[in-house]
């Protein structure tokens, strides 16, 4: 059975950090996961974060600076450092990974920034 699970979200003052973290399962590694993706409410899922083919990591302008993303492979788990969340950031978060052509997703977790 595949699966990635997101977990780490939560309510956040503006200005505060919270770290997501992707588990990867079955058939699925950790080096599959490609990226971290969100989804706000009334708007399309976009991709935050990236890893690139060479092992670095590719941002959206909007996260450049404030989120890493990251891997442990001997744990199976992909990471989201997040810094300095804004009101902006609300959204709920996806992993997503591929394998072989097919695509898989997370079921998100929720990261709701307000004061």
């Known amino acids: 059975q595949v699966q990635l699970v997101e977990s780490g979200g939560g309510l956040v003052q503006p200005g505060g950090s919270l770290r997501l973290t992707c588990e990867a399962s079955g058939i699925i590694r950790s080096f599959n996961v490609e990226a971290w993706y969100r989804q706000a409410p009334g708007k399309d899922r976009e991709v935050v974060a990236r890893?690139?083919?060479?092992?670095?990591?590719n941002y959206d302008d909007s996260v450049k600076g404030r989120f890493f993303i990251s891997r442990d492979s001997a744990k199976n788990l992909v990471y989201l450092q997040m810094n300095s969340l804004s009101p902006e950031d609300t959204a709920v978060y996806y992993c997503f990974a591929r394998r072989f052509g097919a695509v898989y997703w997370g079921q998100g977790t929720q990261v709701t920034v307000s004061s």
């Open positions: 890893f690139t083919p060479a092992g670095s990591a």
